[in-house]
């Protein structure tokens, strides 16, 4: 046996085949949901898994994943793996234009999508030739939609039996990146890289295995009791990987088909739910709401952990929820689609220092023109070696720019600036991409959004710059107010911020918006937030 996802999957299923693996609450608030054990979740990966290969789709094609959260996603997901097909992900909130460009980039097969995208899916599948098999979980939304297998009825077609062809450490898996900054871009990884950096070796709090079969071998020698929540949508890797990393532990894996706040609580209580993962401000402050309105008193006492990934949960909102739930930790974990898991937030990690990181041996800040490390205080990038991705699918300009050797080792170079003392503690500056350069000083939005986000009356923030004749560009915060908080000027913004910031990175424009545009996890949008900033200023610069 390899480092393969499907294999190492089904190792731990022959070990505790009776154990819950998977609990899915369909509608919110009607009490529909759906419990299997992992040996039923198994089989029901190989019956889809035998309908794709009886369906003529071949080993190494690529099949996509256009679906909401649901039992359907992570069997589809596990079924592909099982057939050797390379799933990828797609993201729910794209339109026809998107859906094309991703379908064709990602050179998709096959795709499973739910009902209710029937008129896009129809639209964009109509211009991406190479797609040719469909399967539609849910009733159909319109009709005529495309062309399609029912979910079921592939389910049923297939055999609930293994019977696999020999699988490689060497297969793949392709995690599409958001998009949010830019076009988005497949990144490529062998299942083994992913293992290791992606899912912890098996145990991401302590030793990676030391071999595949090791991992069977932990989950019978020990017990249940654990259960993993990833909250945002599946269609977001570290969603996926939040799963993954519950499976290899032999635990079970709570999903729900949306993000709804009360009934997050009513779960975490009812199922006594130990590890929680979300994304950032944008979904714990949701909860805290909850939890001091209709929801107080609820019992959140099983709560071991609470992580973000993909945004940070600032200062004053984790001081907020640890009030409410005091035995649990929070946990700001920094990573990325091109490098998996590099390390946690330190304890004093904040506004007055920063968002500093503990990182792993594997990470290092590095000058982006030689790849050697920088000195402490010096600004590089980050990187990481050893288990990275192959490079992005599609794209080999990208590629040669993010990717590179170092005498036997890969690298990774990412888009994140940042410093490191002289105890190997790195402080995360915020993407280059999104640095705002004023008067020749460069301002990373997340230090000034973490500034904002500490006044009581903000709700949730973003900084971008926006074109200045003197300075270049000025620093502009557009921000969302809690309910019933008294309007703020910008006066009274800036003079919050001075107390936190240096000058030079106090907003110097104000946009109070109704609510702030995110991603269905969570993750900043700063193309629009730059767009919104601009025509406040009358720039007309939104680009």
Not at 67 to 90: C, D, H, M
Not at 297 to 311: N, Q
Request: with cysteine; aromatic share 8%.
């Amino acid at each position: 046996m390899e480092y393969n996802l499907a294999d190492l999957f089904e190792s731990v299923v022959d070990v505790v085949p009776d154990r819950e693996a998977l609990l899915y609450v369909d509608h919110p608030g009607t009490g529909a949901e759906r419990r299997l054990t992992y040996a039923q979740l198994d089989a029901a990966a190989n019956r889809i898994a035998h309908h794709f290969v009886d369906a003529g789709l071949r080993p190494g094609e690529h099949l996509g994943l256009h679906l909401y959260n649901g039992i359907e996603y992570l069997q589809t997901v596990l079924g592909a793996l099982k057939a050797r097909l390379v799933p990828v992900n797609v993201n729910y909130r794209y339109v026809k234009e998107e859906l094309v460009y991703l379908y064709r980039d990602a050179d998709l097969a096959a795709l499973v999508f739910d009902g209710e995208f029937d008129e896009r899916v129809a639209a964009a599948s109509a211009q991406a030739p190479a797609l040719r098999h469909l399967v539609r979980v849910g009733p159909a939304a319109v009709s005529p939609g495309p062309g399609a297998v029912p979910f079921t009825e592939a389910e049923a077609s297939g055999s609930p039996l293994r019977g696999f062809a020999p699988r490689s450490a060497d297969d793949q898996f392709i995690i599409y990146t958001g998009g949010t900054t830019g076009m988005p871009k497949g990144v490529m990884w062998r299942q083994e890289d992913l293992f290791f950096s992606g899912l912890g070796g098996g145990a991401p709090t302590g030793d990676p295995v030391k071999s595949p079969q090791e991992l069977a071998e932990r989950v019978a020698a020990g017990g249940g009791g654990i259960t993993f929540f990833p909250t945002p949508p599946l269609m977001h890797g570290t969603s996926t990987l939040t799963a993954f990393i519950g499976f290899n532990f032999g635990q079970r894996v709570v999903i729900h088909r949306k993000f709804v706040p009360y009934e997050v609580l009513r779960t975490i209580e009812k199922e006594k739910v130990t590890s929680v993962s979300l994304v950032g401000d944008a979904m714990l402050r949701p909860l805290i709401d909850a939890l001091n309105g209709p929801l107080r008193g609820t019992d959140c006492s099983s709560l071991f952990s609470v992580s973000s990934s993909g945004a940070i949960m600032s200062d004053s909102v984790r001081a907020e929820f640890q009030s409410l739930v005091p035995t649990v930790m929070l946990l700001n974990n920094f990573g990325s689609s091109e490098s998996g898991f590099n390390g946690t937030a330190t304890a004093d990690s904040g506004p007055e220092r920063g968002f500093r990181v503990q990182v792993n041996a594997r990470t290092a800040v590095v000058d982006p023109a030689t790849y050697e490390p920088v000195v402490p205080g010096e600004v590089g990038r980050i990187a990481q070696r050893g288990h990275v991705p192959l490079g992005y699918y599609n794209d080999p300009a990208k590629t040669a720019d993010t990717f590179f050797r170092k005498g036997e080792e890969r690298w990774v170079l990412l888009g994140d600036m940042a410093t490191v003392d002289a105890e190997g503690i790195v402080t995360v500056l915020g993407r280059g991409s999104q640095c705002i350069n004023t008067g020749g000083e460069k301002v990373y939005p997340e230090e000034v959004e973490q500034a904002l986000k500490s006044h009581p009356d903000v709700y949730d923030a973003l900084v971008a710059g926006v074109p200045d004749e003197r300075w270049g560009s000025r620093v502009a915060a557009v921000l969302e107010l809690r309910e019933g908080a008294d309007a703020l000027d910008l006066d009274v913004v800036q003079a919050h911020c001075r107390t936190r910031l240096a000058g030079y990175k106090i907003p110097r424009a104000l946009v109070i918006t109704e609510r702030i545009q995110r991603s269905p996890s969570g993750k900043a949008d700063y193309r629009w937030a730059k767009a919104v900033a601009a025509k406040a200023a009358g720039t007309g610069a939104g680009g």
